[in-house]
């Protein structure tokens, strides 16, 4: 089993800057990459980013490209995405996720999920 936990949420201006982190522990050598997703109320959990975990290739969604850039360390097991000039339309549930695959986009593709951090950008 694979454990995934996100941390480093919290409420911010907008314009302002937070860095999540999800630290990965148990069998993580069937991970090959992470992504972030997000999920604001009312509306469907999005892709944000993902990046391998050896070569760190990455790739990010339109909304976010230029404002987040998700990194990893494979020493500490931990991924992050720093989230900068924040909007109130980034204002959602963070889940990290990891799958045995390529990159993907799409959520169904991941197999191990974290709970959670909530973000709060406001006006």
């Known amino acids: 089993q694979v454990q995934l936990v996100e941390s480093g949420g919290g409420l911010v201006q907008a314009g302002g800057s937070l860095r999540l982190s999800c630290a990965a522990s148990?069998?993580?050598?069937?991970?090959?990459?992470m992504g972030w997703f997000r999920q604001a109320p009312g509306r469907e959990r999005e892709f944000v980013a993902s990046?391998?975990?050896?070569?760190?290739?990455?790739y990010y969604a339109d909304s976010v490209k230029g404002r987040f850039t998700i990194s990893r360390d494979n020493v500490k097991k931990t991924v992050f995405l720093q989230m900068n000039s924040l909007k109130p339309e980034d204002t959602a549930v963070y889940s990290c996720?990891?799958?045995?695959?390529?990159?993907?986009?799409?959520?169904?593709?991941?197999?191990?999920w974290g709970q959670g951090t909530q973000v709060t950008v406001s006006s």
């Open positions: 996720a990891g799958r045995d695959g390529s990159l993907a986009i799409t959520r169904g593709a991941y197999h191990y």
């Open positions: 148990g069998r993580t050598f069937n991970i090959y990459a």
């Open positions: 990046i391998t975990w050896s070569g760190g290739r990455t």
